[in-house]
């Protein structure tokens, strides 16, 4: 198809939990639409979607994927996106950019914590959706029961399309209450069949369900049908497509996409219920800011409005270049053209412009208002940025993604590599905004931080594959803190003489501690002369050299009060270097008399579990140290504790949560503050701090 207008397209996002089925569903919808001559497999590794080597032998989606087909003379864009808690993330951008959503509940497990989550995201962004119960013919399949679960958990009317005709094993075919038909297998294909006599009360229990929840939403369709007339095909699927669009309710599809059944009624039911474009742009128009004027300003998805692309994804590599995804949203992309980045204020060069069929790439002069579309070689173009016109610049809002939970030092494996690594991470960096890597100046690591151990162990297979460079990863040193508990006073001095000139410095100081989280204060109380003005800064330079080690366990002191208050100095001997020593001596000396205790950072954490394993989780917190500080209920009998968790104690927690809820419950956490590490911890920590240090000067 060519010279598609925004009213042509559909931008869909599939979505789900992992496992439920999206990359088997898109291969599905591909091969009915005659975009692939086969069906492949996730088990095969050679579907059009899970196209990377890491999505290959994992057997999960990690990135979002795009892949086109035409249908009906409509343009399908369909995301496959990544359902494994430590990916969704990257639904969430992808999400940004759709019109309309397919989602995914087995017809097994049902609705599950990432189903919930990007649910969430799905709301967000105002996107109106589709629900597809797949995997109906696997063992203790059961429709019903994921519709109610779906109505349940998201607070939303469910309304069956279709159903099953069978479940599990029995599982042949399903029935369209609208055209009131079946579909149905026979040798391998799906074909269509008249409603099965077993099955007629059903269909007409649920098509009856169907049509009074069109009636309702029209007083003239209602009087209609208290009439006893029946509605009309068109009457019943206008009235599906409008409460679709206003999300008044959620249209059901369901069927099994490894057997290919429901894949078609599927894009016939996309083509209904989702909007385009042009539709959303009267639901929610396209609006951003003048990044000149800060003025809002609004565009219509039709070429003759200025160009407006938003990069939603880029993809690193170290042989074509960076390779930037957009959005149109207004006028038209050209090839061999040149673009204003909006957010950076730089002009960026558009070579090649094509669409994508998962990794294969196929070139178009043109993208228009709704097109999905990519380039290469962008220089100063990221993951959120705004392409235009430069004489009519605009801003798009840009998704905000969440914190990283995870953090890991890593070094590589070969002596030297070190620049090759943070080379190789940065480009990968620019294709995941939610991996964040830095050099902790404290210990002189490198930190790779992420939304679980998963990602980071993808991220450095791709660090691998792509730029030859390998890493091992550890666990991060703890920023723990030193500090002190009472009021002390003392006195440094250093005095050298060894013929010619000498050292002489002299100091008295008085420490007291801060309320915690009050960092350091100096205060210079010296009356007179007894320490010339010049030789104070001196003093408080050699103290703050010495709080960066600390005494306990060379950890950095916090949350102190230094008072210098006396000393004396020699009019010949005495010297800057002599008095920065003589305020180290002082510090150290005066801390061992103000009882020093080590601190530890806590964190302030979210937990979301399942009613079934909130007590384990609760207990597992209690055995990390975690103080509980309430628990809340959430939508879909689900519950969301909060309390407050050493860092220590979280940093393999990510893992221990999947296998306490069977990979349904979810956490974040921040920073909160530090306390007073136990006494018999210290010990370990000392313990452990001078075992390093012994190893260092081996």
Same mark, same amino acid.
């Not at 649910?119 to 797949?134: D, T």
């Not at 039709?302 to 690193?316: I, M, Q, R, W």
């Not at 959005?327 to 909006?342: C, E, F």
């Not at 050299?545 to 005495?574: P, W």
């Given at each position: ?163 099953? @005709? ?83 309710? @959620? ?120 097109? @999905? ?32 939970? @995870? ?292």
């Amino acid at each position: 198809m060519s010279g598609l207008n925004a009213g042509q397209i559909r931008n869909v996002a599939i979505i789900a939990h992992s496992g439920a089925g999206k990359t088997s569903l898109t291969e599905a919808m591909l091969f009915n639409a005659g975009v692939i001559d086969r069906v492949g497999s996730v088990e095969g590794g050679n579907t059009t979607t899970d196209c990377e080597p890491e999505e290959i032998s994992r057997k999960i989606s990690v990135v979002s994927a795009v892949a086109y087909c035409d249908w009906k003379n409509t343009r399908f864009n369909l995301i496959d996106t990544p359902g494994f808690i430590n990916f969704i993330e990257d639904t969430r951008g992808s999400l940004r950019v759709s019109d309309g959503a397919v989602v995914i509940v087995s017809a097994i497990s049902g609705v599950k914590a990432e189903t919930e989550k990007i649910w969430k995201y799905a709301c967000e962004f105002e996107v109106p959706r589709v629900v597809f119960v797949n995997k109906l013919d696997k063992e203790a399949a059961n429709f019903y029961m994921a519709v109610g679960e779906l109505e349940k958990s998201f607070e939303s009317e469910a309304v069956p399309l279709y159903i099953p @005709i069978g479940e599990g094993e029995g599982f042949t075919g399903i029935i369209d209450l609208v055209a009131m038909k079946a579909y149905v297998v026979k040798d391998g294909k799906t074909v269509e069949s008249d409603v099965p006599s077993s099955m007629q009360d059903k269909a007409a229990e649920y098509r009856k369900k169907l049509v009074e929840k069109i009636a309702e939403s029209d007083d003239s369709l209602l009087e209609k049908y208290l009439e006893g007339t029946e509605l009309s095909k068109e009457e019943i699927m206008k009235g599906v497509r409008e409460a679709s669009l206003t999300r008044r309710f @959620i249209p059901v599809i369901c069927g099994s996409a490894t057997l290919n059944v429901g894949a078609s009624q599927l894009l016939d039911s996309a083509l209904l219920c989702l909007p385009s474009p042009e539709d959303m742009s009267r639901i929610s128009p396209v609006r951003g800011k003048n990044p000149k004027d800060g003025k809002e300003i609004e565009r219509k998805p039709v070429e003759t409005d200025p160009l407006t692309a938003y990069v939603f994804k880029t993809v690193a590599d170290p042989y074509s270049g960076k390779m930037s995804i957009f959005r149109v949203y207004s006028g038209i992309l050209k090839a061999d053209s040149t673009v204003l980045n909006s957010e950076t204020g730089s002009k960026e060069r558009i070579g090649q412009v094509f669409y994508l069929q998962g990794k294969k790439h196929v070139p178009t002069q043109t993208a228009g208002p709704g097109e @999905i579309a990519a380039v290469v070689k962008l220089k100063d173009t990221n993951v959120g940025d705004t392409l235009c016109e430069e004489h009519h610049p605009i801003v798009l809002q840009r998704v905000k993604f969440a914190e990283p939970l @995870i953090s890991y030092a890593i070094a590589p494996k070969t002596k030297g590599d070190e620049e090759k690594v943070s080379v190789g991470l940065h480009r990968i960096l620019e294709e995941d905004p939610t991996l964040h890597f830095t050099r902790d100046e404290e210990s002189k690591e490198m930190i790779l931080s992420g939304m679980g151990q998963v990602h980071l162990e993808v991220s450095l297979e791709k660090l691998k594959r792509k730029f030859g460079v390998e890493v091992a990863m550890k666990t991060p040193k703890i920023p723990y803190r030193e500090t002190i508990r009472v009021f002390a006073k003392g006195q440094g001095r250093y005095k050298k003489q060894s013929g010619g000139r000498g050292q002489y410095g002299d100091c008295w100081i008085e420490m007291e501690p801060l309320p915690r989280g009050g960092g350091y204060e100096f205060t210079d109380r010296i009356v007179g002369g007894v320490i010339p003005h010049q030789y104070r800064p001196a003093v408080e330079k050699g103290i703050v050299e010495a709080m960066h080690e600390g005494v306990i366990a060379g950890y950095q002191m916090v949350d102190v009060k230094v008072t210098l208050y006396d000393g004396t100095y020699h009019s010949v001997d005495s010297s800057e270097m002599a008095f920065k020593i003589a305020g180290s001596m002082a510090f150290k000396k005066v801390v061992q008399d103000a009882r020093p205790v080590l601190l530890e950072p806590i964190m302030k954490v979210e937990v979301t579990t399942p009613e079934d394993t909130l007590g384990s989780v609760i207990g597992d917190l209690n055995t990390r140290r975690g103080k509980v500080q309430g628990v809340e209920p959430q939508a879909g009998g689900n519950q969301k504790i909060n309390a407050l968790v050493p860092m220590a104690e979280m940093l393999t927690y990510a893992n221990q949560l999947q296998s306490i809820t069977s990979g349904r419950g979810l956490y974040s956490m921040e920073s909160s503050h530090y306390e007073e590490v136990p006494s018999h911890i210290t010990q370990k920590i000392i313990a452990e701090r001078q075992k390093i240090k012994a190893e260092e000067h081996q």
